[in-house]
């Protein structure tokens, strides 16, 4: 596609619930980041693929988050038994490798 | 909807040269505004960040911004670069409802 696409914008939902958040890459883009955008903060990593491997998923915050990416495009980001401070904005960013990124605009996900 | 101008695309610059990298955003409203930087094959570090008080804020590496907010302006300088500062320079803005929007990048390429 002609930029990164998040889906879906605006995501409300209860305490307890599962939350699926997905991102659409550029297509030809190997590399895929998720990023967390909490109310006046900066920007948190969460993980980072390269392919559909994740070399690094340092930024994880709990086991509750998960994420995977299948063909080497489309990822997926989940949260189960979502709580109160999983509220923030889910950024998805994708690149070539080592090249320059390009930012989906964003999920924000409000936990009621 | 907000949306932020990085007017220069790539700069090339001599080492010890001065650097100032412009960043104007679209929003009436009360903002957060960032500047993050990425190193060839990394994501995202940050390197400052306005969020209220003195308008001239330092950040790491010898980097600094000034937030105007009559220009709607949030420049990045910095005195004398280094080759190590060779980079993607990304501006970003947070809205006060968490809305994030950055900006499309200048790449700074610093000459030995």
């Known amino acids: 596609g002609a930029g990164v696409s998040q889906s879906p914008s605006n995501k409300v939902t209860e305490k307890g619930k599962d939350v699926e958040l997905r991102c659409d890459p550029i297509s030809g883009h190997t590399a895929l980041y998720w990023y967390r955008q909490s109310l006046g903060q900066g920007l948190e990593f969460l993980i980072y693929f390269q392919g559909n491997s994740a070399p690094d998923k340092s930024g994880l915050p709990s086991d509750r988050f998960s994420a995977e990416r299948t063909g080497g495009s489309v990822s997926t980001l989940t949260i189960q038994r979502t709580q109160q401070e999983d509220s923030a904005v889910y950024l998805c960013?994708?690149?070539?490798?080592?090249?320059?990124?390009?930012f989906g605009s964003g999920t924000q996900l409000s936990v009621l | 909807a907000q949306s932020v101008s990085q007017h220069n695309h790539h700069v090339i610059l001599s080492e010890a040269a001065s650097l100032e990298l412009g960043c104007n955003y679209s929003?009436?409203?009360?903002?957060?505004l960032f500047w993050y930087v990425q190193y060839p094959g990394q994501h995202l570090q940050l390197l400052l960040k306005y969020f209220s008080g003195d308008p001239l804020v330092k950040g790491i590496k010898g980097f600094e911004a000034e937030f105007i907010k009559s220009k709607f302006s949030f420049n990045l300088r910095k005195p004398s670069v280094q080759w190590s500062d060779t980079a993607e320079y990304f501006c970003a803005v947070v809205s006060n409802n968490n809305d994030m929007r950055f900006g499309a990048g200048t790449r700074l390429t610093v000459k030995p």
């Open positions: 929003y009436g409203g009360t903002v957060n």
């Open positions: 960013a994708s690149s070539l490798q080592g090249e320059k990124l390009f």
